[in-house]
């Protein structure tokens, strides 16, 4: 008898989780060759990535969308659009995750519109929307319209869902973008059971699902949660997120079916801990963080996509996608893993953790209500200030060496790396000339949407009604539907909702965050603000000022505000507008404010078209003088182009030392104004 056969038959394993990758680039035809190559490679469900212009309600060829087209997903901008991405792949067979907020009514209807197109029974259709407007204020900032008219949209999909297309999860309560923005995991698992909060009472309020419904509602309800590297505690977080879940469904709104109670969860692991620095190490960060939502049982995530190993780095092509899908596969299918039942079941050192988490979410929940809810702690400032400062304390931590992050702070010798040894084909880059063949379709389809083979309907007709129905209280679902059907655009449908809801600027969390770096005797942050005073008296002037500025459409705001925070304690006036502005208005405050620096955050992939514009508009402005500073996911052979441009610095993730960041900028400061350098003790 074998070894194997004396300890009894193998046991009967789960089934594993979704396999997911986070894809999208380009266009529809190719996002869809991309789409059926992964799942011929063993991927069990479809995650889109959508572009920019996308995600926040515009065309292809709007002013802000330059630059954006296709870089960091597909541009979907109708129903011909649509069409194309899922061409050859059955959606009444698929399990699809679209990561879509502001916009996600509408990417909904173009989805369901082509799955009729199929032939499908939409009451078949499995997937989610994330559709979580609260954390695009947060962290994402994808936002369009403001908290109430946002909170409606949410609302009626919901509703409209629940009733429609039962199998689907209407929202993904996002908590993932949290920790993306330095949440502890205490306001990661508080700020999303509040958005969650607000979201059911909403529905509940709505009078659109009776009591009686509420939990399927409730049962429909999917969160999106981050992973970290703190394997441990990640996963103890978890358990708490779900046994608080459990509580306030049951207690806050009565549902009695424990199904419809059970925290339901897909994930995508930590991005915000990927290093450009040895980024061979970020693999294993991948796997660590993948075993924290999926060791526990009785806690383990429903679906998982891991991001890959160069994302520090840019795009990543199809080979690294597969290497973090190949992570999931021997998980699953070579390790023992699904055979146990929950292994930490009985554990004094889990549920100890779990308990503290439990017990100080509570707390900062029941703070949260008592300022009126997710919403108001929205638009009063508070959750955003709390987030910046978070992150400004765990920078603070890295660049005093108390957290360590191997091959940056420490560790940091290294041999060769032959995964980067070419960089310019490590990672993707999307063919400039994509954004001029997508602008090109989107006219064609404009001027013939009418015409054979489609005949749509004309769109204005149906635009009217939407904004008619926003105007009113009905549901928004039906109107939006009749716009996909006659072919209206995404910058059509959003426009029209424009006119009516208003825009939305988002608090940006800066001007209230505390000191993050106290400038103690004999610290670099007391040398910095030494340089700065010392700059500013040799120019006259009362206070460095400068400019921070965020061109284009991307959200991701976390480094900026990091860096706007930072440039405020080191003693500058700080000029901050928040996301998704044109060069333009950037060159416009930078003349405004006189200013002494601008600072430019890119993270998207835009800035080779972006940066150069601002340059030549402030030339034109007359103000060369102004050394502009690029920061973001900037691949070195983009840097030397920026660079050579007159761009006076660029700085990339390795660049962690933010205080050491500011130091230079006072540099380039000085050299742009002729003065000498100053000397700093080392």
């Known amino acids: 008898m074998t ?33 059926r190559r992964n799942l011929a490679k063993g991927q069990t469900g479809l995650s889109v990535a959508f572009d920019l212009p996308t995600q926040t309600g515009y065309d292809s060829d709007h002013v802000l969308a330059r630059g954006e087209v296709g870089r960091v997903g597909v541009p979907i901008a109708h129903l011909g659009d649509m069409r194309r991405l899922f061409q050859d792949i059955p959606l009444e067979q698929m399990n699809t995750s679209m990561t879509i ?16 197109e199929q032939g499908a029974d939409i009451t078949l259709l499995q997937g989610t929307t994330q559709n979580d407007i609260v954390k695009e204020y947060l962290s994402r900032g994808t936002h369009v319209f403001p908290p109430g008219p946002s909170l409606r949209l949410t609302t009626d999909m919901i509703a409209y869902t629940v009733s429609h297309m039962p199998k689907w999860n209407p929202i993904n309560i996002c908590s993932y973008h949290l920790q993306e923005a330095g949440a502890t995991p205490v306001q990661e698992i508080a700020y999303a059971m509040s958005t969650a909060i607000a979201v059911l009472d909403a529905v509940r309020d709505s009078g659109q699902v009776p009591q009686e419904r509420m939990g399927d509602v409730v049962g429909r ?22 046994r608080i879940w459990d509580r306030v469904t049951r207690e806050r709104y009565g549902i009695e079916n424990p199904k419809h109670r059970r925290f339901r969860y897909g994930v995508q692991v930590n991005s915000l801990g990927l290093t450009e620095a ?4 970020n693999v294993q960060r991948i796997v660590l963080e993948m075993l924290a939502v999926t060791l526990s049982k009785d806690a383990r995530a429903r679906a998982v996509q891991l991001p890959a190993w160069n994302e520090a780095l840019g795009l990543p092509r199809p080979w690294d996608q597969q290497w973090s899908l190949r992570m999931q596969q021997v998980l699953a299918y070579e390790s023992d893993l699904l055979e146990y039942e929950d292994i930490f079941e009985g554990s004094k050192v889990i549920e100890a953790k779990v ?33 910046v400062s978070s992150h400004a304390e765990r920078r603070g931590r890295i660049e005093s060496g108390q957290e360590k992050i191997v091959g940056v702070n420490v560790f940091e010798t290294t041999e060769p790396n ?8 490590a990672i993707q880059t999307v063919d400039p000339a994509v954004e001029a063949r997508v602008i090109a379709s989107l006219q064609h389809w404009r001027d013939t949407r009418y015409q ?19 105007k009113g209280t009905g549901n928004l679902m039906e109107a939006t539907l009749e716009c996909a059907r006659a072919g209206a655009t995404t910058g059509e449908w959003a426009g029209a ?16 965050a505390p000191v993050a770096v106290p400038a103690e005797e004999g610290s670099a942050m007391s040398e910095v603000r030494r340089k700065v005073d010392l700059t500013a008296r040799d120019l006259g002037v009362g206070k460095l000022r400068f400019l921070v500025g965020k061109p284009g459409l991307d959200g991701h705001s976390n480094g900026a505000e990091q860096i706007a925070v930072r440039a405020r304690d080191a003693g500058f006036e700080v000029v901050y507008q928040g996301i998704r502005l044109t060069p333009e208005q950037i060159v416009d405050a930078a003349v405004a404010e006189d200013v002494h620096a601008v600072g430019l955050s890119i993270l998207s992939g835009s800035h080779a078209q972006l940066v150069p514009d601002v340059l030549e508009r402030l030339r034109v402005a007359g103000a060369t003088d102004i050394p502009v500073i690029a920061g973001g996911i900037i691949p070195g052979g983009d840097a030397e182009q920026l660079r050579a441009a007159g761009v006076a610095a660029v700085f990339t993730p390795k660049d962690f030392d933010i205080t050491g960041i500011i130091g230079r900028i006072v540099d380039e400061i000085r050299k742009a104004n002729k003065l000498d350098p100053l000397e700093v003790p080392a």
């Open 101 to 116: 907020n502001a916009t996600a009514m509408w990417l909904l209807a173009l989805y369901q519109v082509v799955a009729e």
């Open 452 to 470: 054979p083979p489609f005949n749509h309907p004309r769109p204005c007709k149906s635009l009217e009604r939407l904004k008619e129905a926003a």
């Open 221 to 242: 309800i999917s969160f999106f949660v981050n992973a970290g590297v703190r394997f441990v505690e990640e996963m103890c977080k978890m358990r708490a997120f779900g």
């Open 3 to 35: 070894e194997r056969q004396s300890s009894g038959a193998r046991r009967e394993k789960d089934r594993p989780w979704l396999m997911r990758t986070y894809a999208g680039h380009s266009t529809a035809e190719a996002s869809n060759e991309l789409y």
């Open 497 to 512: 909702l424009r006119e009516v809801f208003g825009e939305f600027r988002a608090p940006t969390g800066v001007s209230s």
């Open 355 to 387: 308990g503290e988490l439990v017990e100080e979410s509570f707390t900062e929940i029941e703070r949260i209500q008592e300022m009126g809810g997710a919403m108001a702690a929205v638009e009063s400032g508070y959750l955003k200030s709390q987030l």
């Open 418 to 425: 032959p995964l980067t040894a070419d960089l310019d084909t």
């Open 278 to 281: 040895q980024p061979e190490n």
